[in-house]
């Protein structure tokens, strides 16, 4: 049963925790987005396809966002208390600082949970799908629906095609076709043509009344051949990605593989709600200000504590992935660090005279 102090505070840290976390994804998204405009400039991405990627790479981030928001929202919800003496006064209601953990206890679970489904279920299936949508993206882009006025390029620039305009169903006029096979060069000019299957893996470019000349650039051996019809069969490379992601792979297949790439991913799944926890348990006592204390004043130290902390856990992970001696033990040990200083300071607390030295007695 939570009691009035603990549902307080319980709400503090919920709004803050919110606040803060809302205006880091306001910042990332700024930063995701122009990055995708980018992309989209290069490649002419279509208005749903750029919204599509926005929202899947906002999903794969908040695994960061959160842990990180929870993080400075107790710190700063805390922060306030103690700089407005609200929690001097409770701590001489007989109430310490073991008692807060409650209610920001409640908090940190559900936000590890929350986490626990995005580690292991969301984030990589979002990823899988953006990834996807770029390849499709790409390949549609590299042969889709011809524009009138502007030579579209594909097969490494083997191939090009051009129109002059094109009316409403799809006829294309003042056709130019230009291929390229090995030494030899086929040219074609043609009145009207049409894209069939534009987009798609195969495609046919149909000419209608039209001209084509084969031969090669200097010889003057040419062959002109007039034609009522001519199709040019079109297929497109198939995209792929680079190199296998294993962040991108459902975590059942993570469990099947013992490969150190697997088992470093598998491991950084699990640590992330850990994290959340661990970092709910280190905001408690890094939040206490002394008297006169600005309310900011530890936010420089709690970043600082999370940056030491979060790349630790990237570099182990790194070790895990080479099978390094380094990631021998696993992600599981950084997390005692920061338990450790937290158990460390609670201690301080509680016994604030153990650095002084008895005084030899008088004789």
Known sequence: MLTRLDRYLLREAAVTFAAVTAVLLMI?????????????????????????????????????????????????????????????????????????????????????????????????????????IRIEALRVAQFGALEPGRFRSFAGGDAVFYAERVDRTGQLYGVFVQRRAEDRVELAVAER????????????????????????????????????????????????????????????ALLDSSEGPARAELAWRAAVPVMALVLMVLAVP??????????????????????????????????????SVGGQLGLWWVHLLPLGLTAAMLWAEEHPNWRRRREPAAA
């Open 28 to 132: 990332l998204l700024s930063n995701q987005l122009a990055r995708i405009l980018g992309q989209a400039a290069q490649a002419a991405l279509s208005g749903r396809i750029l919204l599509a990627l926005v929202g899947l790479t906002t999903l794969q981030h908040l695994t960061i966002l959160l842990p990180v928001g929870l993080f400075l929202g107790i710190m700063l919800a805390l922060g306030r208390l103690y700089h407005e003496s609200e929690m001097t006064a409770v701590g001489a209601c007989g109430i310490g600082p073991l008692s807060i953990y409650r209610p920001v206890l409640l908090l940190a679970v559900g936000v590890a949970v929350a986490l626990v489904v995005l580690s292991f279920v969301v984030v990589p299936a979002a990823g899988a799908r953006a990834q996807q």
């Open 286 to 323: 890094l939040a206490k200000l002394r008297p006169r204390q600005g309310r900011f004043a530890r936010i420089g130290l709690a970043i600082l504590a999370y940056f030491l902390y979060s790349n630790l856990l990237a570099a182990v992970r790194v070790w895990m992935e080479k099978d």
């Open 193 to 252: 043509a049409e894209q069939r299957g534009a987009g798609q893996m195969e495609q046919e470019f149909v000419l209608y009344d039209g001209r084509r000349y084969e031969g090669v650039p200097g010889s003057p051996e040419w062959r002109v051949v007039e034609f009522r019809e001519h199709g040019i069969p079109v297929r497109l490379p198939e995209y792929k990605a680079q190199k296998e992601r294993y962040e991108l792979k459902p975590t059942a």
